[in-house]
RNA sequence: GCCCCCAUCGUCUAGCGGCCUAGGACGCCGGCCUCUCACGCCGGAAACCGGGGUUCGAGUCCCCGUGGGGGCACCA
């Protein structure tokens, strides 16, 4: 094998990572791993305005979290610049770019006038081939002098084959005229020396690429292979954004979703393997491919993801998931210390929501009632349930738990089953209202598992509030 | 406005000329299981954008229309 895959990810500093360019993210990702080749990451904030050094930590992280290890890298386009120079005094060697004393208010007005007309905004080209001299004192942006004549084919690898004709490619500004180089020109020039093979990018690249490809024919470099993913929609088929709800993978992470679900949804959303809809990350490194690949834009569906996110959680080593659990613990009002402090019973615990649970915060939640100190009943559970005509039933569980000779759930279970038989019972009748007792609710693991799960001191001890709390409702409504 | 791309259930998709009475998944609706809630299981409603061709035969190929998306910066 003389030619190794290299691909890259090219995040700008701008923003949090984006759902959309995590996608890119993993499908380059995966076509690297997947062909044993080199994954890149480059950080392009040429746009020292909106770039901060914030920004591109949560997009470290966001990819570490994700699982997407990186190669080469992390290179900075903010430490390149005598690289650009250096690809610019060659255009300029060869005249594939020239001097361009336009105002850029005066472009913006010939712009607006041109869209007025219905004619595609284009540069007129009236620097092009200048006859009179330059304005003294003004320093030029560079322009590159674009084939007019003919047209542009690419080859792309999801798309096909792709015509542009030349007449349509505009004569870009290389580097404005403080000298700083402009995105089409830095990204050429970028994957061109760092070996970049194959460019996966997003849809919305798609028409820079032919004026692309003369930037690489003017510079000498042979062309890589480009694939075009199609975007990620909202529901409402607009761009993806806040207004669809979380959007970036720090938002995610933070409501409690796991990495590999949304890695899984992601891949989904656009590649296709037969039927397949769960796939671990040895599949997705051994299935993946372009061809399958779709080409139309894709709606992004959030009830999918948490359906595989409470897969991946159901899926989820109960240890795994009591560490991933200890970031959403104060929120749920349980002490990492306390949680800690007993592995038995946080394993238990975090056993007994998983199935129950479609995040991280919806376990913790789940989670905190073995931790509460009180139990605070729910108005209408404890209304419904807690009657008093119970208190015979509430007493003789206790005399029956607490005769128990280990607090296990088949001692806890025997013991439940014998107030019911005694009172002629169906299980029902007896473990919601002492579902109620224990947890103030009226959903919950299974009643056993519950009890086993808080121990004896704390369920006879709440069982005996109860029967006081039905005293005292018996006593109000007969006074 | 101009250029480019795209088109199967609400959504993600299977399908690469006969295997399609169009399959799967999410969601939705019903049922079963059951100490509650979930999980699980069973069942149901739900799509080939329209019109022309090509062909013995079209969801699959071609053309036009329509619809959707993207792009047209001294942004990236």
Request: proline share 6%; charged share 25%.
């Amino acid at each position: 094998m003389t030619d190794t895959v290299r691909v890259r990810f090219a995040p700008s500093p701008t923003g949090p990572l984006h759902i959309g360019s995590v996608r890119t993210a993993l499908f380059n990702w995966l076509f690297a791993r997947h062909h044993g080749g080199v994954f890149i990451l480059r950080i392009e904030d040429t746009d020292i305005a909106r770039s901060t050094p914030e920004y591109e930590d949560a997009i470290l992280d966001g990819l570490i979290w994700l699982g997407l290890d990186w190669d080469e890298g992390p290179f900075r386009q903010s430490e390149r610049d005598d690289i650009y120079a250096e690809h610019l005094e060659r255009l300029k060697a060869a005249s594939n770019v020239y001097p361009c004393y336009c105002l850029p208010e005066e472009l913006e007005a010939r712009r607006k006038e041109a869209l007025a007309k219905g004619e595609t905004p284009r540069y007129d080209g009236r620097c092009r081939d200048r006859p009179d001299p330059p304005p003294a004192g003004q320093e030029p942006a560079w322009r590159l002098r674009m084939p007019q004549e003919g047209a542009t084919t690419i080859t792309d690898l999801i798309r096909g084959p792709i015509t542009t004709e030349n007449s349509q490619l505009d004569d870009l500004i290389m580097a404005r005229s403080d000298g700083t180089p402009t995105y089409n020109f830095v990204v050429v020039v970028d994957d061109a020396t760092m070996g970049v093979t194959h460019v996966i990018r997003g849809d919305d690249h798609l028409a820079n690429t032919p004026k692309q490809v003369h930037i690489y024919e003017m510079l000498g470099y042979p062309l890589p292979s480009f694939a075009h993913q199609s975007l990620i929609l909202g529901p409402d088929k607009g761009k993806l954004s806040k207004r669809h709800g979380a959007a970036s993978v720090t938002e995610y992470r933070a409501i409690g979703y796991l990495s590999e679900a949304l890695a899984n949804y992601l891949l989904r959303l656009g590649w296709s393997h037969g039927d397949q809809e769960i796939f671990s990350r040895k599949e997705m490194i051994d299935l993946f491919g372009l061809e399958a690949m779709t080409k139309s834009p894709v709606i992004y569906n959030p009830e999918k993801l948490l359906w595989l996110n409470a897969h991946y959680l159901r899926q989820a080593e109960p240890k795994r998931l009591c560490a991933l659990l200890e970031p959403f613990l104060p929120a749920a009002g349980v002490g990492v210390e306390r949680f800690r402090a007993d592995e038995a019973k946080a394993l238990g615990a975090a056993r007994s929501w998983q199935e129950r649970s479609r995040t991280l915060v919806e376990l913790a939640e789940g989670v905190s009632m073995f931790y509460a100190d009180e139990v605070v009943y729910d108005e209408e559970a404890a209304r419904k349930f807690l009657t008093p005509e119970r208190i015979p039933i509430f007493e003789e569980l206790i005399g029956r738990l607490e005769a128990l000779e280990s607090f296990d759930e088949a001692a806890i279970e025997a013991a439940l089953m014998g107030v019911v038989e005694s009172h002629g019972l169906k299980l029902g009748k007896v473990a919601q209202p002492c579902r109620v007792a224990l947890t103030g609710k009226t959903v919950s693991p299974g009643i056993f598992e519950v009890m086993a799960l808080m121990g004896r001191e704390v369920v006879v001890s709440r069982l005996r509030e109860a029967v006081a709390w039905m005293e005292q409702r018996k006593a109000t409504s007969t006074s």
